[in-house]
């Protein structure tokens, strides 16, 4: 364990965190299921894509050498041999001086070299009854309103390359290129546990001395936010027992185990004690403001107790949040009590080790802007200090950090307001409005982008 006086600076605190964490084992999943996931493997395509030349619009398939002289005042009158839709093949050629009906993304028909709109025919849009004759009003050069086969993939060619976020614009491209699955870097699991005597879940009536547990679900979200999966193990009262047995839980059934409170000095602060009785911290108290108390460690898990997840990891297509065979180290980490501290060191230190169990190349995926301070903050000289703002941009794109409420680690109200995290170095001290800082939004401008 860490001296108990030192402050560790959070690159240093990070970097321990980050020792020896992997991106967690590949799973197979149905293509809904890899929504947020890392690909752990290429996705090939399996066929050409188009597999043939096909109709870019609703018209006419012709000849281009029948129509070269077609105008709107002399307009070409050919011959009209049949219908041609999607999902079905013409059962005749075009040949000289004639022309077929075809429909969007119909197969080409032999002898058709060229599609003319139908605004370019006098044939009524709309209109299912098949006519004799049609008059070509334009003429059109070989290969026009054709998507010729393989002008998006060919066989063989990579789609999707591994190591790529799965959004949702890209789940077309995976099914279209053959697969109804795909094998991603599975979700990590991360356990939630609050602590205190004082703490009554969302919802519940209060009685006196009691508060919500704000905390569960808020680093819930946070998890989810992070592409993992929330694992509830409830609210431990600050009995050391009642923590030990709640941790075990978790740890039989994640990879991670956050708990909230009681990892400061007090009394009855249990969780780091826990921590050491059932495996071992690597460090506690780190030099940042919100947030000084935390404990970070490790343990063995445990092997029977997961066998059911065991079983769903040997399906043939499972959830992206399979585990894997137990005997795995599961990390700790113990948080601050207070629910914006709670918030920010998971933002801080959590985050990122689950986006690198995810097989996320930015461990933050989170947009840094430069913003100009319009209020003066004090803060502490020896802890880079986190600040919660509100952000706004003028014409020129310059961005105005505000402070959003109270700073107080116990001041929800103004993390609520909040867009995101002002940055304020060690060594600074009290910062004067004006000062510039960076920014780490939560999302605010969808012109940031993602950061994935």
Same mark, same amino acid.
């Given at each position: ?110 002898? +058709? #070299?060229?599609?003319? @709109?139908?605004? =370019?025919?006098? *044939?009524? !849009?709309?209109?299912? $009854?098949?006519?004799?004759? &049609? %008059? ?104 050391? +027992? #009642?923590?030990?047995? @709640?941790?075990? =839980?978790?740890? *039989?059934? !994640?990879?991670?185990? $956050?708990?909230?409170?009681? &990892? %400061? ?188």
């Amino acid at each position: 364990m860490s001296d108990p006086d030192l402050l560790l600076p959070l690159d240093a605190a990070l970097g321990r965190m980050l020792h020896d964490v992997a991106a967690l084992p590949p799973v197979v999943v149905a293509a809904g299921e890899s929504l947020g996931c890392v690909l752990a493997a290429d996705v090939v395509a399996s066929h050409t894509m188009p597999p043939w030349d096909d109709s870019a619009m609703d018209g006419y398939a012709v000849r281009s050498i029948d129509v070269a002289s077609a105008s709107r005042h002399r307009p070409v009158t050919l011959r009209v041999v049949g219908e041609v839709a999607a999902g079905h093949a013409a059962t005749e050629a075009v040949g000289p001086g004639s022309a077929m009906r075809i429909l969007t993304g119909a197969m080409l028909p032999a002898g +058709a #070299d060229a599609v003319v @709109r139908v605004e =370019d025919t006098d *044939a009524p !849009a709309g209109v299912t $009854v098949l006519p004799t004759n &049609v %008059s070509i009003r334009v003429a059109v050069p070989p290969g026009t309103s054709i998507r010729r086969a393989g002008s998006d993939v060919v066989a063989g060619d990579i789609v999707l390359p591994a190591g790529r976020l799965m959004a949702a614009h890209r789940i077309g491209a995976l099914v279209a290129a053959g697969h109804a699955t795909a094998s991603v870097v599975r979700r990590p699991r991360v356990a939630i546990l609050a602590t205190g005597d004082e703490l009554v879940p969302a919802g519940e009536p209060l009685l006196s001395a009691q508060i919500p547990d704000s905390s569960s679900a808020t680093l819930a979200a946070q998890v989810r936010d992070a592409g993992g999966v929330p694992i509830p193990l409830g609210i431990a009262r600050d009995d050391r +027992a #009642d923590i030990i047995a @709640r941790l075990r =839980d978790g740890i *039989a059934r !994640a990879d991670i185990v $956050v708990a909230s409170g009681g &990892v %400061s000095v007090g009394a009855h602060d249990e969780v780091r004690l826990a921590f050491e009785a059932i495996g071992r911290i690597d460090l506690w108290r780190v030099a940042i403001q919100p947030g000084k108390p935390l404990a970070f460690g490790r343990a063995a898990a445990a092997g029977a107790a997961d066998a059911s997840d065991r079983a769903d990891a040997r399906d043939t297509v499972g959830r992206a949040d399979d585990t894997e065979a137990l005997g795995r180290p599961v990390l700790l980490f113990g948080l601050p009590g207070n629910p914006v501290s709670s918030f920010v060191t998971f933002e801080l230190f959590v985050r990122p080790v689950m986006r690198r169990m995810a097989g996320h190349a930015d461990l933050m995926g989170r947009t840094i802007v430069r913003a100009r301070l319009a209020d003066g903050a004090g803060t502490d000289v020896g802890r880079q200090t986190y600040l919660r703002v509100s952000l706004s941009r003028d014409r020129q794109g310059s961005f105005t950090a505000r402070l959003a409420g109270g700073q107080g680690s116990h001041m929800l109200s103004g993390l609520a307001a909040a867009d995101g995290l002002a940055v304020v170095p060690v060594g600074v001290g009290d910062v004067d409005a004006g000062a510039e800082v960076d920014v780490i939004s939560f999302g605010w401008d969808p012109g940031m982008g993602d950061g994935r």
